[in-house]
């Protein structure tokens, strides 16, 4: 059984850095994708960013392009977003999801194609 775990979240300055931590047990990494997601309160979720396990190919929204770098540990079965260039913006909970059948590429990321998720880390960034 697929599980994520994320960590890394809490409170961030403005201009300043957060490493995020997706940790995979019960997945493949050698087939689907695993994405970012975040969703601050009364807003819907949006997908921020995602890494193909296939061959490492990558999408970022473009209101982090440039700031947030996405990258995979097949050996930790674990996904990182680091996130440089902090808004306070990016306040928002963040999800890992992981999806067995998606590849990232120019496509919106959308939350509805992917089906296991983990509970979420709180990151909010201070002015």
């Known amino acids: 059984q697929l599980q994520l775990v994320e960590s890394g979240g809490g409170l961030g300055q403005s201009g300043g850095s957060l490493r995020l931590s997706c940790a995979a047990s019960?997945?493949?990494?050698?087939?689907?994708?695993i994405g970012w997601f975040r969703q601050a309160p009364g807003k819907e979720r949006e997908g921020v960013s995602c890494?193909?396990?296939?061959?490492?190919?990558?999408y970022y929204t473009d209101s982090v392009k440039g700031r947030f770098t996405i990258s995979r540990d097949s050996a930790k079965n674990t996904v990182y977003l680091q996130m440089n260039s902090l808004k306070p913006e990016d306040t928002a909970v963040y999800y890992c999801?992981?999806?067995?059948?998606?590849?990232?590429?120019?496509?919106?990321?959308?939350?509805?194609?992917?089906?296991?998720w983990g509970q979420g880390t709180q990151v909010t960034v201070s002015s």
């Open positions: 890494i193909s396990s296939s061959d490492g190919s990558t």
């Open positions: 999801a992981a999806d067995p059948d998606y590849y990232c590429s120019d496509t919106e990321l959308l939350w509805t194609d992917f089906h296991s």
């Open positions: 019960g997945y493949a990494f050698s087939y689907g994708a």
